[in-house]
């Protein structure tokens, strides 16, 4: 079925027990995205947004983890049943951090990413959408769990909002810091000679080093002091490569090119290295040369790495010694040389900023050298950190029910999200 038109007569209550939460066959699929094409496919016509949905379905990541649930009625066939509501879950593995009366345990966990939530245009404000979410969020907690093998447990879910904080959380999940700090890129940074040298990252390289990220989460996640409940995605590979699909698609279909330099790096000796790996977001509409002037496309700064930082990025405090004031002076410099690195590849491509999720003080440190640097002329400041209350609203919901150690007393006002960045999004 191609058809983008839903009958809307006779279409049953968003409380009857006729309706079902289930997967879609490929045809259904299609349906939908073609469905929120005229919302979601950007600057790309209906033929490439197809394709580029095509080819993030066929992932690695997608072939193992993805799965696409829709709301429908249980009482029509595949093909004919009404598409109501749609949405994607990604499972991808986790750490959760706690005290016990044994000391602080670091455990590894399921988490599912949610994406995609779509309600067609002709049948919203009808509660379809609050009803999937309803299902869907109990359904996750035990979702593709492994449990033959190993004794694999589910300890929250993930989305990000693009309506506010308030619909989602209605439905359990609650909304999280959604800060990000915004370059303008412009190029005229005084530090950019004085600044550590690095090196371009491609895809080859990418894999190793998340491996080497994920065991220094787990590292920090085991020394953290204990305020809340920690949690963290898992920074893998895999979710890197799906990232990469989706702009090296847009890439070719926009440009004629990929975009190969996935990143930067400072450093070669494991341990004193700092790196970070970007993404490159299109959004605008119109023509080439108005979609490459356009404030709406941005690099994104995936996920971001000091092997050597001071607890995570955070600032020594007033009793710390000089060596420690040190060491973050040595950190602001090799983030500032990574952020001005991404600012030369997003002038390249054309981008209006680079931004990074929920930074660091650290990175916060060297967005001021930044912005210190900058024209006095500009109207408008080069580095703007921002608060976000619309779009891309982290959101979690916690199971605490699961037959584990953690406190089973606890809520998402105990949680804290730890690497909080762009890599989780989908």
């Known amino acids: 079925m191609t058809s983008t038109s839903i009958e809307t007569s006779n279409l049953p209550s968003s409380q009857s027990s006729d309706l079902i939460l289930t997967q879609p066959t490929d045809s259904e699929k299609e349906q ?21 949905e095509r080819t993030l379905a066929s992932t690695p990541l997608a072939k193992t983890s993805l799965t696409f649930w829709i709301l429908t009625s249980s009482g029509s066939k595949p093909g004919d049943r009404p598409l109501l509501a749609a949405c994607e879950s990604v499972k991808n593995k986790a750490l959760i951090a706690y005290d016990t009366s044994s000391g602080r345990t670091v455990q590894e966990v399921v988490t599912h990413r949610i994406g995609s939530v779509f309600c067609p245009p002709a049948v919203r404000k009808r509660g379809y959408a609050s009803r999937m979410l309803n299902e869907l969020g109990k359904i996750l907690e035990h979702w593709q769990l492994n449990t033959d093998e190993i004794d694999e447990i589910c300890k929250f879910s993930v989305l990000f909002s693009d309506i506010g904080k308030i619909f989602y959380a209605k439905h359990g999940w609650h909304p999280f810091p959604s800060s990000h700090m915004s370059i303008q890129v412009m190029g005229d940074s005084a530090y950019a000679k004085e600044s550590p040298e690095t090196k371009p990252l491609t895809s080859q390289f990418l894999h190793e080093l998340c491996a080497s990220d994920a065991k220094l989460v787990r590292e920090h996640l085991a020394v953290k002091p204990a305020k809340k409940i920690d949690v963290a995605i898992v920074p893998d590979g895999a979710i890197m490569d799906w990232h990469h699909s989706r702009e090296e698609l847009l890439g070719q279909e926009l440009f004629g090119r990929k975009p190969e330099i996935k990143g930067a790096i400072i450093g070669e000796v494991p341990g004193r290295r700092a790196w970070c790996i970007w993404t490159r977001v299109w959004l605008s509409t119109g023509s080439q040369k108005h979609m490459e002037k356009s404030q709406k496309n941005t690099l994104y700064i995936l996920r971001l790495v000091v092997e050597d930082g001071i607890e995570f990025g955070e600032a020594p405090g007033a009793a710390t010694t000089a060596q420690s004031k040190l060491l973050f002076e040595e950190q602001t410099s090799k983030v500032l040389a990574l952020l001005l690195a ?46 976000r209350e619309e779009e891309s609203i982290t959101s979690l919901m916690w199971y605490p029910t699961a037959s584990d150690a953690s406190p089973k007393s606890t809520t998402w006002c105990d949680i804290e999200w730890v690497a909080n960045e762009k890599y989780c999004w989908c």
């Open 342 to 387: 991404a600012e030369a590849e997003a002038s390249k491509w054309h981008m209006h900023d680079v931004q990074i999720w929920n930074p660091t003080q650290v990175v916060q440190s060297a967005g001021q050298r930044i912005l210190r640097s900058s024209s006095s002329g500009s109207s408008t400041a080069r580095v703007q950190f921002v608060e």
């Open 32 to 52: 939908i995205w073609r469905l929120n094409a005229p919302e979601w496919k950007g600057p790309l016509d209906l033929p490439a947004y197809l394709r580029r």
